[in-house]
């Protein structure tokens, strides 16, 4: 197949027809459609916002920034790329990595293969021609071989069901849906709705000009330091110098993170030493506090508890009023049970005199009104909301494809009680379709798996052209395997329970089931190995039925 129509065809047209079609604009689907085109397929991005970056594009919130440190989310695919984006910061603030997904689309020259405000509604295989068409929300219609779902896991943002959301007179806005134009918090009465990773971030920044701030939380997070700071000159040389072993580091890490282990255990080392070791954990960046920490930190409940009361100790030093410091202190889930935010000045602002926090396990809200948030303790008043409510993680936008595969079947259908997937990139029934970025796709630093993914789907899609197949589809027994492993996995610490969004949790009648990748980078790297030198064993492959072979 080859291209018939520009990537900018007018709405309504039923002309483009394209080896590949890449859903999604973010750093997954860049990656995919930059893959593609390298690999001579004729490709086209299809995005439903109006700008490249996915996540990096909608949550463009005061305060949204990385908790991954930038140059190991950065792309490494080239050298050259990675030596000429400078980073400001350790953790990169959402207008400097939206300005970074911009750079990479014009510098590989893919601005002309997205198609931007195009929101994919309805995907369906031709089980006859053995490809795909792709219906877009103004009824453009597109053909292609392949299909893939670039379309994150935390792109979907989530609004709890409050009555009356929408007869709310003033601002409101979703942190994964934030306006481009400027928000502006000075002098007014601001409520922010959640404590999670995003919640936490704006927390701080709307706490320096608001008239009153009223921070409702549902459940207190284990929240530590991100310890962010500028890089400096020095730090930028070394990371140049050192390219191949970053990246060596990364490729072997566990999460696709820079930090390293830690081989001792807690209660080998004497209380001194421990709150010693707690204090630099405290002190060091972003996920170390995870990765780095003690090795049973995660997995055993005493030691869990220890650090869980190390942290609390530093919550109640923080925080003046022993009341809000109480109700800062998690009381249902341990360290590292859920996604742990890491914070800026987070604790510190609650002793500020603007700021209050309501406990909404105690004080539910009851309804929304035209002036504002009414609880059982009664009606408060706002100017402007914000949602910091989350996401239908992992799922959420693959389920609102309109996909169906083999026979009709919907992909909603299928994955009823919960995702199937081999490697977290396809499902049984649904041929020559691909989900890199999707569930059970990542554990950890996001880019580095969902990388690996891309470069999978694209080895795979070379070698059934360079074998005149022209469908390709994973074996049910190999997914079987695959979901079972996740599934086991899960029901081991660190997960300990299931109050994370990790298992759709935060979502009323989601199934609960673990949502993200349970085998780690190493594993799912050599799997792929392993897969490559068997010709792609677990896929079954086979010309079309029409005979439209394209060797
Ligand atoms: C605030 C925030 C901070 C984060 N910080 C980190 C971090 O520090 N480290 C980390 O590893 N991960 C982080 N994440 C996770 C982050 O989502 C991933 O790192 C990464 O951005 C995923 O990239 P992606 O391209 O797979 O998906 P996304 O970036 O979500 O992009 C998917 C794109 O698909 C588009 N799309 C979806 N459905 C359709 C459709 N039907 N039609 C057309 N387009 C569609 C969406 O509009 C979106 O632009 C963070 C997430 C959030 C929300």
Not at 324 to 336: E, I, N, Q, S
Request: charged letters at 20%; a negative charge.
């Amino acid at each position: 197949m080859t291209i018939t129509a520009p990537a900018s065809a007018p709405a309504g047209t039923d002309t483009t027809e394209v080896d590949v079609i890449v859903v999604g604009a973010g750093i997954t689907g860049i990656y995919a459609l930059y893959r593609a085109r390298q690999a001579g397929f004729s490709v086209v991005a299809l995005e439903a916002g109006s700008g490249v970056g996915g996540t990096w594009f909608w949550n463009r919130y005061p305060g949204a920034r990385f908790d991954s440190e930038s140059y190991t989310y950065a792309y490494l695919f080239s050298e050259e790329l990675f030596d000429e984006w400078v980073w400001e910061e350790h953790f990169a603030e959402q207008p400097e990595i939206e300005r970074y997904l911009n750079h990479v689309v014009d510098r590989f020259d893919l601005r002309g293969l997205i198609r931007c405000n195009c929101t994919v509604t309805n995907a369906t295989y031709d089980d006859e021609h053995g490809d795909w068409t792709v219906e877009t929300a103004d009824g453009t219609r597109l053909r292609a071989r392949y299909l893939i779902g670039a379309t994150g896991v935390l792109s979907v943002p989530y609004f709890p069901d409050i009555p009356g959301r929408e007869s709310f007179a003033g601002e409101q806005h979703h942190t994964g849906l934030w306006p481009s134009t400027p928000v502006n918090f000075a002098g007014k009465r601001v409520a922010v709705i959640g404590t999670g990773s995003s919640g936490v971030q704006i927390v701080p920044i709307v706490a320096r000009t608001a008239a009153s701030l009223t921070v409702y939380q549902r459940s207190a997070n284990w929240c530590t330091p991100l310890n962010n700071s500028p890089i400096s000159a020095e730090e930028q040389a070394d990371l140049r110098a050192n390219f191949a072993s970053i990246r060596e580091v990364l490729n072997t890490s566990l999460s696709g993170f820079l930090h390293e282990t830690y081989d001792r255990a807690t209660f080998e080392d004497t209380e001194e030493e421990r709150q010693a070791y707690y204090e630099q954990m405290w002190n060091s960046p972003g996920f170390g506090k995870l990765i780095s920490h003690y090795s049973d930190m995660t997995i055993d409940e005493q030691a869990n508890a220890a650090w869980c009361a190390f942290i609390e100790a530093k919550i109640r030093s923080i925080v003046d009023d022993p009341e809000t410091a109480d109700m800062l202190v998690p009381k249902d889930h341990r360290f590292g049970e859920k996604r742990p935010p890491f914070v800026t000045d987070y604790f510190e602002t609650f002793n500020r005199p603007n700021v209050s926090l309501v406990d909404l396990k105690s004080t539910p809200i009851l309804r929304m009104t035209e002036s504002g948030i009414e609880t059982a303790d009664g009606l408060a008043e706002f100017d402007l909301v914000v949602w910091a409510t989350g996401f239908d993680f992992g799922t959420g936008a693959l389920a609102r494809m309109g996909i169906r595969g083999r026979d009709g079947l919907a992909l909603t259908d299928y994955w009823r009680d919960g995702p199937k997937t081999f490697l977290g990139i396809q499902a049984a029934g649904f041929p020559n379709f691909f989900f890199p970025g999707g569930p059970h796709a990542a554990a950890g630093n996001n880019p580095r798996y969902n990388g690996d993914q891309v470069d999978f789907v694209l080895d795979l899609l070379i070698h059934a052209r360079a074998h005149g197949f022209d469908t390709i589809e994973v074996d049910p027994a190999a997914e079987a395997d695959w979901t079972a492993m996740i599934d086991r996995a899960a029901r081991r610490a660190p997960s300990f329970g299931e109050s994370s969004y990790y298992f759709g949790s935060n979502i009323p009648g989601k199934p609960r089931k673990y949502l993200l990748n349970a085998a780690g980078r190493p594993k799912l790297l050599s799997m792929i190995e392993e897969i490559k030198s068997s010709d792609f064993k677990p896929f079954q492959m086979a010309p079309g039925s029409d005979g439209r072979n394209r060797g």
